[in-house]
């Protein structure tokens, strides 16, 4: 079962406070949800995220998630993340959406121990490594980074 991006995104920086990783910029926290998609597809043969993450210039990038954190700049993500309506009303608070799946709790934990410690930069530069999905698709094309391209993905442990 695919979950909501902002249900992961919320139990990944729950985790990030309590492994104490206070970086976690927008661009950061893309590059670690591409890479927990990554691997999650990899382990289980399933999708994590119920999305499509696109080439852009920096990497792989989520456009709802571009767009939720886009305020932040390159700054800390200081809040979990909620839907709103166009009248500023939350329509839905995804912290309760994600299920305690021990499974993806470990799976993320293991993301954090293994790229937490990374700057949003080493992050994006590793995800354009020869090999990747990013630039075996062509780079910054802004072409969908497909599900077949994740299972050939070269990011993971």
């Known amino acids: 079962m ?3 991006v902002n249900a992961i995104v919320n139990t990944l920086l729950d985790m990030a406070k309590d492994k104490h990783i206070s970086d976690m910029t927008p661009m950061k926290i893309q590059k670690l949800i591409y890479l927990a998609q990554v691997w999650y597809i990899k382990i289980t043969k399933e999708e994590l995220i119920d999305e499509s993450f696109y080439r852009w210039t920096y990497g792989p990038v989520l456009p709802s ?3 939720n954190l886009k305020g932040y700049g390159s700054y800390p993500v200081t809040n979990k993340l909620i839907r709103m309506d166009l009248q500023g009303n939350i329509i839905e608070d995804y912290i309760s959406d994600l299920p ?3 499974k993806i709790h ?3 934990n293991e993301i954090l121990n293994v790229y937490g410690n990374k700057t949003a930069s080493q992050l994006s530069n590793l995800t354009h490594q020869e090999g990747t999905a990013w630039t075996e698709g062509g780079g910054d094309n802004e072409s969908i980074i497909t599900r077949k391209d994740m299972e050939n993905e070269k990011l993971y442990k």
Do not use: I, N, R, S
């Open 2 to 4: 695919a979950y909501p």
């Open 65 to 67: 998630l571009y767009h």
């Open 106 to 108: 470990a799976l993320l």
């Open 100 to 102: 305690k799946d021990q």
